[in-house]
């Protein structure tokens, strides 16, 4: 959504901006295109739930490296290119995966999710001032604290009504990634104040095992070779260390809320000994990429066929993640 060459010029804008009012003037040339977005998909998906996860990755990701693409952003916005030069070195980060990201965008720049959820809700009503149904989810990703949370639950229900999504009876709800260790710890708290939880395992794996998605290549698959893992813990759940934090998080969130719905997200939601292992600790959904949604609803219905239905939860569902 964010790198389309029409669009990619106000999100470096907002990017460099120096106060809140000049990054405010870039998010409102998003506003549209995000409307957009989300009018197409919510259209589409008429009377079905749409799960639209926040920004989330840092935005560093977004600036030029190459001199000659700082040069033209820097032309484009009417700056030294040494201004775009030192506003990219002053965000560079040693681990940014651990760094400025995910809600912590959205605690520190309100107005940058704000955006969003106004471009989310705007498109709903105006599918629902044509009789139809949109079902937006929205998630907050990366969550550690019930305080990260708050905050943002709070302005996207200010934003709903100020778009006239709740006058109309948008169904939509608000619900958060559990990413973080912390957040698997605090599942109980969580469940009080979202409507929904999904695992996000690609990070929970990296801040649980130690290992760094991007380098441990180098030194897991001699890890499996020697059986200290089964299998590398980015492809299949590391069920002893991972899997124990997400069944201590569902256990904790149905505890307060017995019918949350708890799935999971990721390349894990492709792996078949991965699905098997969430419909065992009664998730409800599984979400992987487009190409591995036929193997994961095998693996579901496999999982189904071997332990059946697991208590009150039907066989897991599989969506894809687009």
Do not use: W
């Given at each position: 959504m964010?790198?389309?060459?029409?669009?990619?010029?106000?999100v470096?804008e907002m990017?460099?901006a120096?106060?809140?009012e000049?990054?405010q003037?870039?998010?409102?040339?998003?506003l549209?295109?995000?409307r957009?977005?989300f009018?197409?998909?919510l259209?589409?998906?008429?009377?079905l739930p749409?799960v639209?996860?926040?920004?989330d990755?840092?935005?560093?990701?977004?600036?030029?490296?190459e001199?000659k693409?700082i040069?033209?952003?820097?032309?484009?916005?009417?700056v030294a290119?040494s201004v775009?030069?030192?506003?990219?070195?002053?965000m560079?980060e040693f681990?940014?995966?651990?760094g400025?990201r995910?809600c912590?965008l959205?605690?520190?720049?309100p107005?940058?999710?704000r955006?969003?959820a106004q471009?989310i809700f705007?498109?709903?009503v105006?599918?629902?001032k044509?009789g139809?149904?949109?079902?937006?989810?929205?998630?907050i990703p990366?969550v550690g604290?019930?305080?990260?949370?708050?905050?943002?639950k709070?302005?996207?229900?200010?934003?709903a009504?100020a778009?006239g999504?709740?006058e109309?009876?948008v169904h939509y709800?608000?619900?958060?990634?559990?990413?973080t260790?912390?957040?698997?710890?605090i599942?109980?708290?969580l469940?009080?104040?979202?409507?929904?939880?999904?695992?996000g395992?690609?990070d929970?794996?990296q801040?649980?095992?130690?290992?760094?998605?991007?380098d441990?290549?180098?030194f897991?698959?001699?890890y499996?070779?020697?059986?200290?893992?089964k299998?590398d813990p980015?492809?299949?759940?590391?069920?002893?260390?991972?899997g124990q934090?997400m069944r201590?998080?569902?256990a904790?969130?149905r505890?307060v809320?017995?019918n949350?719905d708890?799935?999971?997200c990721?390349?894990?939601a492709?792996?078949p000994?991965?699905?098997?292992?969430?419909h065992?600790i009664?998730?409800?959904n599984?979400?992987p990429?487009?190409?591995?949604?036929?193997?994961?609803r095998?693996?579901?219905a496999q999982?189904?066929?071997?332990?059946?239905?697991v208590?009150?939860?039907?066989?897991i569902?599989?969506?894809?993640?687009?």
């Amino acid at each position: 959504m964010f790198f389309k060459a029409e669009r990619i010029l106000a999100v470096r804008e907002m990017i460099l901006a120096e106060t809140t009012e000049a990054r405010q003037k870039a998010l409102d040339k998003l506003l549209p295109y995000q409307r957009d977005d989300f009018l197409g998909i919510l259209d589409v998906m008429d009377g079905l739930p749409v799960v639209i996860r926040l920004i989330d990755p840092p935005l560093h990701e977004f600036l030029p490296r190459e001199k000659k693409d700082i040069d033209e952003l820097a032309k484009a916005l009417g700056v030294a290119p040494s201004v775009v030069e030192a506003k990219s070195a002053s965000m560079h980060e040693f681990n940014p995966m651990l760094g400025f990201r995910g809600c912590r965008l959205g605690v520190v720049y309100p107005e940058i999710n704000r955006m969003q959820a106004q471009a989310i809700f705007e498109a709903a009503v105006t599918l629902a001032k044509k009789g139809k149904h949109p079902r937006p989810h929205i998630e907050i990703p990366l969550v550690g604290k019930l305080e990260e949370f708050l905050p943002l639950k709070k302005m996207i229900l200010e934003v709903a009504k100020a778009t006239g999504a709740d006058e109309l009876k948008v169904h939509y709800e608000i619900g958060t990634m559990i990413e973080t260790p912390r957040a698997a710890l605090i599942g109980d708290e969580l469940a009080r104040e979202a409507s929904f939880m999904s695992f996000g395992t690609n990070d929970l794996t990296q801040m649980t095992c130690g290992f760094s998605r991007d380098d441990a290549g180098v030194f897991l698959q001699k890890y499996v070779a020697l059986g200290i893992y089964k299998n590398d813990p980015f492809q299949t759940i590391d069920q002893e260390g991972v899997g124990q934090l997400m069944r201590l998080c569902v256990a904790l969130a149905r505890s307060v809320n017995p019918n949350l719905d708890i799935g999971i997200c990721g390349e894990h939601a492709g792996d078949p000994a991965s699905v098997e292992f969430c419909h065992r600790i009664k998730l409800n959904n599984v979400s992987p990429s487009p190409y591995r949604v036929p193997i994961a609803r095998l693996a579901a219905a496999q999982a189904a066929i071997k332990y059946g239905t697991v208590g009150e939860v039907a066989p897991i569902f599989v969506k894809a993640k687009l």
